[in-house]
């Protein structure tokens, strides 16, 4: 198993939405799925991932 953490930074209420998303397809298509995310402040976003193998639960 293994874990990878992203920074998200520059986000606006505004594109918020479209940023996480696009970051969140973009690791889906190497096989990682979303743990935990947090924001820090008003402008930064931290993603956890863990990549599993495809089609598992894990």
Do not use: D, H
């Amino acid at each position: 198993m293994m874990y990878q953490t992203v920074l998200i930074e520059n986000i606006t209420a505004e594109n918020v939405t479209e940023k996480i998303n696009t970051k969140l397809l973009e690791m889906e298509k190497q096989s990682y799925k979303l743990v935990t995310m947090s924001f820090l402040g008003t402008e930064k976003a931290v993603l956890v991932f863990k990549k599993g193998l495809k089609g598992s639960l894990l």
